[in-house]
């Protein structure tokens, strides 16, 4: 049940995650640079107005905030922070001191009503752009499917069901995440590059940072055997040697890891870490420090299962060569890029958007908050001049009257 229990926390945390994961893609995963500027994003009609306390016994569910035509409720905004509660707990761990983890739980928590509101954003600019993820949202299923070791998609939907999560619920939020990477893509990161020459200043600024002891970047692929019965063995063996061979025949070893891997490392492709002399067990670093890069181990038989490792990169001792740290500077210059690129595209979609936040709630990348009015919907041909739309979609202006 801990594995499935992994999957449910997902449906949380995915929503507030994606903008941030979404800002590490590389400019060339991007799909081409849209030619339009970024148009008004699209509207779906509004919410019904939810009853007040204590009429005719109906449930009700707070609005706290409202993005175009689309609304955020408390209880979106309550998992939002539970959530971030829960990853400032696992990225503390053992390494904080109970003043320390307040501190990092509450400033994740500031950012929670802005970053819900800048998915919003994302997510309507991406329907308005007529992208299409149902490929992408097929596939994450299923490589959730094979971690948590499940036959079909009828068991992963029962066993998401019984973590008390919505299916549908699950699936959207699954789409609006990678929906969102594709928009930051496209139309933020296909637009940051990065030239030999900042990298070579980079380089030639941070020396003493490229000093470093042997060491090897390791990716790995499991099949986990743990509780298998012995006539699941050569089953599970054939699983790693297919994977193994598949590598071999130059199909990536990071998109294979996602789909087949067992591992806690199949989301990140398998990476593994950076491991000096000493660190690793003395069988496994006998083997890995003799291989050079891209290299790949044979599969081998583990106490928890059947294990590939791939070396990504072997440092030898001392001043690191400039082709050995290219990549890992240009990742640091495209994240460093990429944080003010995307906070000024927001802040551009904002201005294209009616964004109104509850009194008593803090958007910190928004504007004074507005008391939300809930009114119909109005077709969106009568909407003529923003100031219109913003009479028609929130509620009439004092001067208008009654």
């Known amino acids: 049940m801990k594995k499935i229990a992994i999957i449910g926390a ?125 490929p992408e949202v097929i596939k994450k299923l299923d490589q959730i499917r094979i971690q948590n070791n499940l036959g079909s998609m009828e068991d992963l939907e029962k066993a998401v069901s019984r973590q008390g999560v919505n299916w549908e619920d699950f699936k959207n939020n699954i789409r609006s995440g990678i929906l969102t990477q594709r928009v930051i893509s496209s139309e933020v990161g296909s637009h940051l590059n990065i030239s030999k020459d900042e990298v070579q200043k980079y380089y030639d600024a941070h020396q003493k940072e490229f000093i470093r002891p042997e060491q090897v970047a390791l990716r790995e692929i499991v099949v986990n055997t743990s509780g298998k019965k012995d006539s699941e063995l050569p089953d599970l063996k054939k699983k790693a040697e297919t994977a193994l061979q598949r590598v071999k025949d130059g199909e990536d070893f990071g998109e294979i890891a996602k789909r087949l891997s067992d591992g806690s490392t199949a989301k990140e492709g398998g990476f593994l870490g950076i491991y000096k002399r000493g660190e690793l067990a003395k069988e496994l670093e006998d083997i890995v420090f003799k291989m050079k890069r891209n290299e790949l181990t044979d599969v081998m038989d583990t106490k928890q299962g059947y294990l590939v490792l791939q070396v990504m990169e072997h440092y030898d001792e001392g001043q690191q060569p400039l082709t050995k740290v290219e990549n890992e500077i240009m990742d640091k210059l495209y994240s460093k890029k990429m944080e003010p690129a995307l906070r000024d595209y927001l802040k551009t979609l904002r201005e294209q958007s009616y964004v109104i936040v509850k009194p008593g709630f803090q958007d910190i990348a928004g504007g004074g908050n507005s008391e939300i009015q809930e009114v119909s919907a109005t077709p969106e041909a009568s909407k003529s001049k923003k100031g219109h739309k913003k009479f028609l979609l929130f509620g009439k202006r004092p001067s208008d009257g009654a």
Do not use: H
């Open 10 to 134: 997902l449906c949380a945390a995915v929503q507030i995650a994606s903008v941030t994961l979404a800002a590490q893609e590389k400019p060339a995963d991007a799909p081409p640079p849209q030619t339009k500027p970024p148009a008004t994003v699209a509207r779906k009609p509004a919410a019904p107005v939810m009853p007040a306390p204590g009429t005719n016994g109906k449930t009700v569910e707070e609005i706290i905030a409202r993005v175009n035509n689309e609304i955020i409720s408390r209880s979106e905004y309550e998992k939002a922070k539970n959530s971030a509660e829960e990853d400032a707990k696992q990225e503390c761990a053992s390494k904080c001191t109970p003043d320390q983890l307040r501190a990092v739980i509450d400033e994740r928590q500031k950012n929670v009503l802005r970053d819900l509101i800048d998915q919003s954003l994302l997510v309507q600019r991406g329907k308005d752009m007529g992208i299409s993820v149902e």
